[in-house]
C-alpha cells in the first residue's frame, strides 16, 4: 500500500536524541514512511537506527551514506521517498501525536476524495532548553477550514514558513522544483523552504502545534557562537535565495512578497550575527552581503534597506551596530528563536 507521508530523519551523532524523535514518529503505522539516515555518524547512531528497523519493518527505511551533511542527507530522502507527501523531522525534535494523527488524516481524507494540496501548514513549538514556558508559532491571520492561495497568505513579523511547519507534496519538491540542496553546507533548511514556494499552488492550515523544536543547546548550529563560525556557510545560503529571487521572482505578486519578507529576514539574521562578531572583517562581510543584493537586483535592494530591518541592520557608525545589536536582544526575548 502506497504511503499518505514519507518522513525523512537527516542523523548525525543523535544518539541521545533519537529514541525520542523515533517513538514519536512510529506512533501512526500503515500510512506513514519512516527514512532515517545515517548521515556518517561516528557514534551509536547506525546501530540505533538499524535496531529501530528491525523492531519497526513495515516502517522505517534505513539509509548509510558517507557524510554529505543535512542537505546531502535530504538529497538522498527525496530519492527515497514514495508518499505523496514528504515531511522533515530533525534528529533531536519530535511531535505532537494528537496533531501528528489529525495531520495524517486529514492527508488520507484528501487522497480518498482526489484532492491534494501542495503545502500543508501547522504550527510548531519552541521547546527551549530551561524554558518554562514553550512559545508556539502559529499563524492567525491565515485562512481556516479552507483552500487558499497566495493572494490570501498575511503573515507578521514572526510568523514565518520555516521547515518545522511545511509538508510539502512529493511533487512539489521532486517533479516540480527539483529541488538539489548543497552538501556539507548548514542551514540549507532555508533552501528547502524557499525554492519550492515558487511552485506552491493551492495550500491549507491546520492550526494544530504539531512539530517540537528542541532549541538552546550550545552545540546546535543556530546557538548565536556557532553562527558566527559557520557564518560563511550561512552567507552561501543567503546570496543563493538572493539569487534565486533575482532570477526567478516577480515581487509585484502575493508570491513575491511573501518571498521577499522571507529573503528580508534571512538577509537581517545574517547581518546581525556579523554586526556582533564586532570586527572589522565581519562588518566587511556585511557590507559586501549587501552589494551582492544590489548587483542581484537595485530595486529589491532598495526596497529591503528601506524596510525597518534593514534599516536597522545599516545603521552607520559603531553606535548603529551597538542599536542594531539591542534590537536583537529585545527580539530574542520576545521570540526565544535561538
Known sequence: MKKILSIIVPCYNSEDYLEKC?????????????????????????????????????????????????GGALNTGFSVASGEYIKVVDSDDWVDYGAYLEIVTFLKHLIQKKQSVDLLISNYVYDKVGAKHKKVVHFPHLPKNKFFGWDDVKLYLGQYLMMHSLIYRREVITKRAHLQLPTHVSYDDNIYVFEPLRHVRKMYYLDVDFYHYFIGREDQSVNENVMLKKIDQQLLINKRMIKFFAEHIDPNTSLGRYMKFYLEIITAVSSIILIRGKKPEYIEKKDALWQYIKIKNTKLYYSLKRRPLGICMNLPTKLGNKIASGFYVVAHLVYGFN
Do not use: M
Not at 44 to 65: C, N, R, S, V
Open 22 to 70: 523515533v517513538n514519536s514518529l512510529v506512533a501512526i503505522q500503515n500510512d506513514v514512511e519512516i527514512i532515517l539516515i545515517d548521515d556518517g555518524s561516528k557514534d551509536k547512531t547506525p546501530e540505533l537506527i538499524d535496531q529501530f528497523a528491525q523492531k519497526y519493518p513495515k516502517q522505517i527505511i534505513p539509509i548509510h551514506q558517507a557524510n554529505a551533511g543535512h
